[in-house]
């Protein structure tokens, strides 16, 4: 068919929606995605309509014409950057006391049911590269559990401590949710009560040339991408996610990567602090290791709290220091937040309020003549909304610092830094400083890297204080013998 030539008549259809939805895509000049209609079979052309059905095209529209064809109003320059105030990790006594009050508070809102997990897993896991989600990868460090079994195990053990309920929203996107469910499926849940773990799926935005034009990966199919991170948000109250939660009596949303396997699931002296101060989006933080760390920090620009990504900031910026040496500009994110369920709400009233952010990259498509090609240069545009925009909307918010080695080690690339082998090697080292504090010897290599292997089931103990008072103190002992670390430790 020719596509220059194309009219919409053409397009035999089923029915009147049929007909009108082929109509919008020619109106928003968009045809060429029907270049092979009669050559499909009618499986491939429903296909076709149904993915083309999804489209937002106004929203698409909008944003190429902010993003693609140049029409963006100039973006506002950052007028004043500061630091934000934060809680800082407890030192001394004063800070170890309101820490510990904090985490009363926390405690009794788990107790009362008010706290559930949201665990974003509906990314490509592209730098992974391993065709399947993320939280399916084996990653304890002995037993070689999943990540997701692990989580499963966090929200059990915290069920188990305090008696409550816990439900855990995981959130998967059209690439990967079947083979998630069926994974939880297959696992049984991994013991948790299925009633209270369920998934709901982000939205999808198709993936353009770098002319504002529909890619194809096939004849019958258009390139779709998840919508960020950012779109948790919105598919929250589309999915109706947040009315489950308004009728189980939740309020407050603890929000995690799939990827961080040091996640500290509903940490109750975080918990604690955000609802003492009716806080309503409230970050954690991790210090930066370098100035050239490529981490987005946690800032107040221009009088609101905000995060400005590592190309932002100026080099001056990147180096500038506070008198004890730290960085001034130095509180990273890693991704960890508490949303509280009518904030979330408040987001979503009349204009979904976050904006979106464009991606230049290599995607793999068909050419004009239906041939797949993988591009040697970007021939892409994504777009993407980012979680961390809404935190300017809170109007009251904490910031509480924690130690990167306890609570922060993210799976991104197949090896080298942030990969499989990093987060187990995390893990084993938290572990070895529990069991430090226990009593325990356990030996470390130069890099400060424990040499052997260790792994503590979060059934069997969730933190450093638990691990204490299963094993006697000050001697390391475990069921009347000295436990002595000859290089693998499992304890389950
Ligand atoms: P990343 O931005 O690191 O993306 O997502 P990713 O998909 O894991 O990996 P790459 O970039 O393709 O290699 C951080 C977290 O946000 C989730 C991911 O699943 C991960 O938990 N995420 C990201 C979503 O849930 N949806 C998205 O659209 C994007």
């Not at 939660?245 to 929000?255: P, T």
């Not at 204009?351 to 797949?372: Q, S």
Request: charged letters at 25%; glycine letters at 8%; one cysteine or more.
């Amino acid at each position: 068919m020719d596509v220059n030539k194309l009219e919409h008549a053409e397009i035999q259809t089923e029915n009147e929606s049929d007909k009108l939805l082929v109509e919008k895509v020619f109106f928003h000049e968009q045809e060429h995605v029907f270049r092979w209609w009669n050559d499909l079979t009618a499986d491939e052309q429903r296909n076709l309509l149904g993915q083309l059905r999804l489209i937002d095209f106004n929203l698409l529209q909008d944003l190429i014409g902010k993003h693609v064809e140049g029409n963006k109003p100039t973006s506002l320059k950052t007028v004043t950057l500061e630091p934000p105030d934060i809680i800082p990790v407890p030192q001394n006594d004063s800070q170890k006391a309101r820490a510990t009050e904090a985490k009363e508070i926390g405690e009794n809102a788990i107790m009362a049911g008010k706290v559930a997990v949201v665990t974003v897993a509906g990314g490509l896991g592209t730098r992974l590269g391993a065709n399947r989600p993320k939280g399916m990868l084996p990653i304890s460090p002995i037993m070689g559990k999943s990540i997701f079994q692990l989580y499963a195990e966090r929200i059990q053990a915290i069920v188990n401590k305090y008696d409550t309920v816990i439900p855990w929203y995981i959130m998967t996107s059209l690439n990967n949710d079947e083979m998630t469910r069926n994974f939880f499926e297959e696992n049984r849940f991994f013991s948790l009560n299925p009633d209270n773990v369920s998934f709901f799926t982000q939205g999808v935005l198709p993936v353009i040339d770098l002319h504002g034009r529909l890619l194809m990966d096939s004849k019958s199919s258009i390139v779709t991408s998840p919508n960020g991170h950012g779109g948790t948000l919105l598919a929250l109250k589309e999915k109706n996610v947040l009315s489950d939660m308004n009728e189980r009596g939740v309020k407050h949303i603890f929000y995690h990567q799939v990827d961080n396997v040091l996640i500290k699931i509903a940490d109750p002296v975080y918990l604690g602090y955000h609802i003492r101060e009716g806080a309503k989006m409230s970050p954690k933080v991790v210090q930066k290791t370098d100035p050239e760390e490529k981490v987005g920090i946690v800032g107040i620009r221009d009088g609101h709290l905000d995060t400005i990504e590592y190309s932002e900031l100026s080099k001056k910026e990147r180096y500038a220091r506070n008198p004890d040496g730290t960085l001034k500009f130095g509180m990273g994110s890693p991704a960890i937040y508490l949303l509280d369920v009518d904030f979330v709400e408040k987001i979503n009233e009349s204009h979904f309020a976050l904006p979106y952010h464009k991606a230049v990259k290599k995607v793999p498509c068909i050419d004009e003549n239906g041939c797949k090609t993988e591009p040697s240069e970007n021939n892409a545009v994504k777009f993407e909304m980012f979680i961390f925009d809404a935190l300017k909307h809170a109007g009251k918010s904490i910031i509480m610092e924690v130690v990167r080695e306890d609570e922060f080690s993210p799976v991104k690339n197949a090896a080298g830094d942030n990969s499989p082998d990093t987060a187990k090697q995390s893990m084993i080292n938290m572990f070895g400083r529990w069991l430090r504090e226990a009593g325990i010897k356990i030996p470390t290599d130069e890099a400060g890297n424990v040499t052997g292997t260790i792994e503590i089931s979060p059934l069997y103990a969730l933190n450093a204080e638990e691990l204490k008072e299963k094993i006697g103190q000050p001697d390391g002992v475990l069921a009347g013998k000295k436990i002595v670390f000859t290089g693998e430790l499992n304890l389950q």
